[in-house]
């Protein structure tokens, strides 16, 4: 079975030309765990087919469906020639990489669906979402740009400098006029850099890709994002360009003073694949004889292991005790975890007894790639005791826990759309001294668009407005962050509407956010997120065992558009149940809070 059938059931990482070792990593390899692409190239391993868990798949055709729609636009707003090469995708390799050389060769301005070349010299495949035509070559040929969709916000709020710092502004162009050099540099907004490292590692794949094969245009390597930030409503679309060449990277370095220096996309793409390529080598040399080389990686968990088709081959591989198995929250990344390793500490129990002032002589050499590293193995350590003496939650304050409370008092939760629309208002009214509680909902079970979600949110705050108006003192409480900022949203939003700034500024001295009382006095070992600390503080339980913030976006799709009327009940049902239990939930921590 050749390597590209074995990773047929999963994210596609590499292929191999059958009857030779040549091979080619795929653009996911470079920004993915090792040790798939181990797994993918060694045949002494079997192949692992492992059912798609119905939240991914759901993700999954989420982000396609996304992708499509974004194309749709870009093709539709298109002032140049678009060649849309998606129909030839069931035609053999050979004939879709030609085609898209006949695109590239023809100047287009868009080519969608392209398959590049592969390159077994470079150990490199790829096919990129779109190519935007940019300035033309020296010898007169077309360069063209890489864009790549991404169903995730790619931007944060930046605070304006006086003097200008690197990514502290995005470069953007519409859909309209696509290119670089249309582009506008927009202060206050920067790319997430810690969160979306791999979307670079993606698109200098790509770069790479259209270097080699001369393709590329000239000037700044830039490449394209596309996510579903939506803070410019009034732009045909956003296209966020990124030098590949920039150093924005913070990576470990043995030679510079501090033990780190800011790398581009580009060098540390460079590193990445070259480690894998090297990964794939050792693999393809392994046949189960004596004399096989050793793997060059070993399983550490990681959070895209979870939907891995190799999970269940790891986790054999992993003592139950793992460091990296056991503390999910607060985890250290794959190198922390492989110095570690490397100087015998792999257990909980180990890293739990260690001394830790002696560790951090050669420990934090090893890892200045991360700022903070010392506070991050005191807080892993930290948690590895409490874990070996059987501890969920450590009080760090004493005395009683003061809760602001009302005559009435209301718990509030949202539910949203995998786009971020809300379209479920979930309120409890209790009455102080009372034992139950009332559930409120206001919910929207259709597909909800804007003026929907802004409809509802008029329904919902309306009501909680005229119980703030009653004669008994109110307040509510919610759990983080989140539905104060969906509140924020709505009031910049629509100003013209009353009740959205009457409810921000109700807000500011009626709301409570129990999320930080939590964190103010206790410290959980899985984190101090609502399901930990209700469940295992508290000891509430949620009714469904499959309660989630996933599961309840799926629930939600099937609720609206299930084909049966029966399966769109049922849906209905179970959301309803979910946010409830939330609020439920919340209200059971606040009772929690005050007995402590």
Same mark, same amino acid.
Request: net charge negative; charged share 25%.
């Given at each position: ?10 994210? !596609? !990482? ?8 040549? *091979? ?12 798939? @692409? ?22 999954? #055709?989420?982000?396609?469906? *996304?992708?499509? $729609? ?94 200008p710092r690197p990514n502290s502004s995005v470069l953007l162009s519409s859909f309209s006029a696509p290119a670089p050099v249309h582009a506008d540099e927009v202060p206050g907004f920067g790319f997430r850099l810690t969160s979306r490292e791999a979307d670079l590692l993606q698109l200098a794949h790509y770069q790479r890709m259209l270097g080699d094969l001369g393709w590329d245009a000239p000037g700044r390597p830039l490449a394209g994002l596309v996510g579903t930030d939506d803070w410019m409503p009034d732009v045909d679309g956003m296209i966020t360009w990124m030098d590949l060449a920039e150093p924005l990277l913070r990576t470990f370095s043995r030679s510079d003073d501090s033990g780190w220096t800011a790398r581009s996309a580009l060098e540390r793409y460079d590193h990445e694949h070259a480690f894998r390529v090297d990964v794939a080598t050792i693999a393809l040399r392994r046949s189960g004889g004596p004399h096989d080389p050793r793997p060059l990686v070993e399983p550490i968990v990681v959070a895209e292991c979870s939907g891995c088709q190799w999970w269940d081959l790891c986790r054999s591989k992993l003592a139950d005790d793992d460091v990296s198995l056991r503390i999910g929250k607060g985890s250290l990344d794959v190198r ?57 939650? #450590?009080?760090? !304050? ?10 009435? #008092? ?51 705050? @309306? ?52 999320? $930080? ?16 600390? $209700? ?30 009327? #029966? ?18 939930? !919340? ?10």
């Amino acid at each position: 079975m050749t390597t590209a059938a074995r990773l047929a059931t999963g994210e !596609t !990482t590499g292929e191999t030309t059958e009857g030779t070792t040549s *091979f080619a990593l795929g653009a996911y390899a470079a920004r993915s765990c090792a040790v798939k @692409t181990h797994n993918a190239f060694d045949r002494t391993i079997p192949l692992h087919i492992r059912e798609v868990d119905d939240r991914l798949a759901e993700l999954f #055709e989420g982000g396609q469906q *996304f992708e499509d $729609a974004v194309i749709a636009r870009m093709a539709s707003v298109s002032r140049g020639r678009v060649i849309d090469l998606r129909l030839a995708d069931d035609l053999p390799p050979r004939i879709q990489a030609g085609a898209t050389a006949e695109a590239v060769a023809s100047g287009a301005d868009l080519i969608i669906g392209c398959l590049l070349p592969r390159d077994l010299d470079h150990h490199r495949s790829g096919r990129p979402d779109v190519l935007v035509r940019g300035e033309d070559r020296p010898d007169g040929r077309p360069g063209y740009h890489v864009v790549d969709i991404k169903h995730h916000k790619i931007h944060e709020r930046k605070k304006p400098l006086a003097q200008p710092r690197p990514n502290s502004s995005v470069l953007l162009s519409s859909f309209s006029a696509p290119a670089p050099v249309h582009a506008d540099e927009v202060p206050g907004f920067g790319f997430r850099l810690t969160s979306r490292e791999a979307d670079l590692l993606q698109l200098a794949h790509y770069q790479r890709m259209l270097g080699d094969l001369g393709w590329d245009a000239p000037g700044r390597p830039l490449a394209g994002l596309v996510g579903t930030d939506d803070w410019m409503p009034d732009v045909d679309g956003m296209i966020t360009w990124m030098d590949l060449a920039e150093p924005l990277l913070r990576t470990f370095s043995r030679s510079d003073d501090s033990g780190w220096t800011a790398r581009s996309a580009l060098e540390r793409y460079d590193h990445e694949h070259a480690f894998r390529v090297d990964v794939a080598t050792i693999a393809l040399r392994r046949s189960g004889g004596p004399h096989d080389p050793r793997p060059l990686v070993e399983p550490i968990v990681v959070a895209e292991c979870s939907g891995c088709q190799w999970w269940d081959l790891c986790r054999s591989k992993l003592a139950d005790d793992d460091v990296s198995l056991r503390i999910g929250k607060g985890s250290l990344d794959v190198r922390e975890i492989a110095t570690l390793r490397a100087h015998g500490i792999s257990t909980v129990d180990q890293l739990a007894g260690v001394d830790l002032d002696e560790l951090f002589v050669w420990y934090l050499p090893e890892v200045t790639h991360r700022a903070g590293a010392e506070d991050r193995l005191r807080q892993a350590a930290r948690r590895a005791r409490l874990i070996t003496a059987g501890i969920e939650f #450590e009080r760090v !304050t004493s005395g009683p826990i003061e809760v602001p409370g009302a005559d009435v #008092e209301i718990d509030f939760d949202i539910e949203t759309t995998a786009e971020g629309t809300i379209y479920l208002w979930g309120f409890r009214t209790h009455r102080a001294g009372s034992t139950g509680g009332v559930y409120h909902p206001f919910v929207d079970f259709s597909d909800v668009d804007a003026d929907a979600e802004r409809r509802l949110a008029v329904r919902a705050l @309306t009501w909680l407005r005229s119980q703030a108006d009653g004669p008994d003192s109110v307040r509510v409480y919610h759990y983080s962050g989140f539905e104060t900022a969906a509140l924020r949203r709505l009031a910049d939003n629509y100003p013209d509407e009353p009740v959205f700034a009457w409810a921000l500024e109700f807000a500011e001295t009626s709301f409570c956010d129990l999320l $930080a009382l939590v964190k103010q006095h206790f410290f959980g070992v899985n984190g101090v997120g609502l399901k930990p600390v $209700a469940s295992a503080g508290a000891g509430f339980s949620w009714r469904d065992d499959d309660a989630g913030g996933l599961n309840s976006t799926r629930w939600f799709v099937d609720a609206v558009h299930a084909e049966a009327a #029966e399966q769109r009940e049922l849906a209905k049902e179970r959301v309803l149940n979910y946010n409830e239990d939330d609020v439920i939930a !919340t209200a059971q921590v606040r009772a929690w809070l005050r007995a402590n």
